[in-house]
């Protein structure tokens, strides 16, 4: 992966936001020093060419530099907590407030088997077993840019389970082996329930064994979803299926999501919407039906039943059904349901253009706490580097910064995640 490296000026600008941000964000932290240290971390993650490795960020400051910063990563008891907390509220402050929680997975693929968390895994995003940490990132997200604010790290049996192996990484008594999607949902409804945030839609993709757990958990705390999901996810309609199934022949149909949605054609409209990254203004056909998911495998429905709405989206009117969602959200016109969906390609543009750069995957110690404090400080580093508006031309889609000199574009009138349409419907 080629790393971008910011120019002299604008890793300045960065610097100076950093240094502002120091009192805002890391106030929990009890001693000056630590405050210091967590500024020349920041600094190197931005500055720092190549693998964002404590010793590179170090630089030419190595020996008593990388041992304290070494100290202030891998071994410093500061919570992580407060600063992600501390971050989120300011970012909703700001003028980049969210539309969404977005969650994204993150696979860090691994030579050894010493970094905490690492396994011999089946991973759906790479579609095979790899060895790798699973983690999950929990994103601010509006149509102009994403952050990351919180994080999960995934433990493997062995990893809670052998005590040895425990001990060693600092791994809390407290800590589970959950999936990587339960344990995501616990950090949304921890969040929602004491980080004294405006609760937002929460944007997911979901596997069909998980759908029925995971829409509970959040109407038990009443946090709105927005869940992709897989064509083959079986539901329950009382409306359009072309199959039914079982004994009772005017009872709920129960059919394929794909299917269902097809069959809702002559009900599409179309939305005209502006991807981010730049690319072209598209056109999406989009059509509804409330629907009840159907327990999958032994694992029970939620109880009492929780009415939903699935989501299909085509992106031209003669091919078939390309997007499915789920969602508990049913007073808000379609086309503002598939634009929050649609915020997860700004969270995967933003973490592959600023985040990933900035050293997410790079953390090459072997501590649970390490690795926390590494994921808290590439999330500053990462909304320092936005706020500033390094990389973002004027009109706010994403793009190659605009050169010294030159005058900027005329603003657009539509801006990323943003409908110019309220929906036409299609035959």
């Known amino acids: 992966m080629v790393r971008a490296v910011l120019p002299e000026s604008s890793a300045k600008e960065v610097s100076e936001l950093i240094d502002a941000l120091i009192p805002v964000l890391f106030e929990s932290l009890p001693r000056r020093d630590q405050r210091n240290w967590a500024r020349v971390y920041l600094n190197g993650l931005v500055r720092a060419k190549g693998k964002k490795t404590i010793r590179n960020i170090a630089g030419t400051g190595t020996g008593p530099v990388e041992q304290s910063l070494q100290q202030f990563i891998s071994t410093s008891p500061w919570e992580w907590t407060p600063v992600r907390r501390s971050l989120a509220r300011h970012l909703e402050r700001s003028a980049r407030r969210p539309l969404a929680w977005v969650l994204r997975p993150l696979v860090i693929e691994k030579a050894g088997d010493r970094s905490v968390g690492v396994g011999r895994q089946f991973v759906p995003q790479l579609g095979r077993t790899a060895n790798c940490q699973q983690a999950s990132g929990i994103w601010f997200a509006s149509g102009e840019a994403a952050f990351p604010v919180e994080w999960t790290l995934t433990l493997p049996g062995p990893w809670t389970g052998e005590p040895v192996r425990r001990r060693r990484a600092g791994i809390p008594e407290t800590a589970r082996s959950l999936s990587p999607a339960e344990d995501a949902v616990l950090a949304v ?69 794909r299917e269902l949605v097809d069959s809702l054609r002559s009900q599409r409209r179309a939305v005209e919407w502006a991807p981010p990254g730049g690319a072209a203004d598209a056109v999406t056909l989009l059509a509804a039906a409330p629907v009840l998911p159907v327990p999958c495998g032994d694992r029970p429905a939620p109880a009492p039943a929780v009415p939903l709405l699935l989501v299909g989206a085509w992106s031209g009117a003669a091919q078939p059904p390309s997007g499915f969602w ?66 973002r031309p004027p009109d706010g889609r994403t793009g190659p910064a605009r050169r010294p000199g030159t005058a900027a574009a005329p603003p657009r009138p539509l801006i ?6 309220g929906g036409t419907k299609v035959p």
């Open 416 to 421: 990323p995640g943003q409908s110019r349409t």
């Open 189 to 257: 409804q921890r969040m929602a329930a004491t980080w004294q945030l405006q609760r937002r839609p929460v944007v997911m993709e979901v596997a069909n064994a998980d759908l029925a757990r995971s829409a509970e958990s959040f109407a038990l705390q009443d946090i709105p979803f927005v869940f992709e999901v897989d064509g083959s996810l079986p539901v329950s309609s009382g409306g359009a299926g072309r199959h039914k199934h079982g004994p009772h022949k005017h009872g709920p149909h129960i059919t394929p999501a």
């Open 326 to 391: 789920i969602t508990n959200i049913g007073d808000r016109p379609l086309a503002q349901l598939f634009l929050l969906a649609k915020l997860a390609d700004r969270v995967s543009l933003d973490f592959a253009e600023t985040c990933e750069p900035l050293g997410i995957r790079d953390f090459e110690g072997r501590s649970f706490r390490g690795w926390h404090h590494h994921a808290t400080l590439a999330s500053v580093a990462h909304a320092a580097t936005l706020l500033t508006g390094r990389g």
